[in-house]
């Protein structure tokens, strides 16, 4: 099993900034893959960065320039620093952790991880 903790979520206007956190316990050297995804009112949950145990990261392309996900692997810790805020940004947060790598164009798929966490609520306003 693995237990994954999401903070770091708020309230922002419109252009600010704000950097999430996911930490990581239990069975944490099982994963291949841990992303970030996120999911707003009425919307399904979307994939919006991912990293895997080469470092290699994909993003959405609503976030690419905006958001960047980085991994600190001794302190079992995701990152999700968010630029350029807008309100379309708003959503639930929530990290997940795959067993598997998933093949390239899966990475962002939610269905592709096996653990998730609670979320954290990101609000942006205009």
């Known amino acids: 099993q693995v237990q994954l903790v999401e903070s770091g979520g708020g309230s922002v206007q419109s252009g600010g900034s704000l950097r999430l956190s996911c930490k990581a316990s239990g069975y944490t050297y099982n994963t291949r893959c841990i992303a970030w995804f996120r999911q707003a009112p009425g919307k399904e949950r979307e994939g919006v960065a991912s990293?895997?145990?080469?470092?290699?990261?994909t993003y959405a392309d609503s976030v690419k320039g905006r958001f960047t996900i980085t991994l600190d692997s001794a302190r079992n810790t995701l990152y999700l620093q968010m630029n350029s805020l807008k309100p379309e940004d708003t959503a639930i947060y929530y990290c997940a952790a795959a067993l598997a790598r998933p093949a390239g164009s899966y990475r962002l798929v939610p269905s592709k991880y096996n653990y998730w966490g609670q979320g954290t609520q990101v609000t942006v306003s205009s």
């Open positions: 990293i895997d145990i080469s470092d290699s990261t």
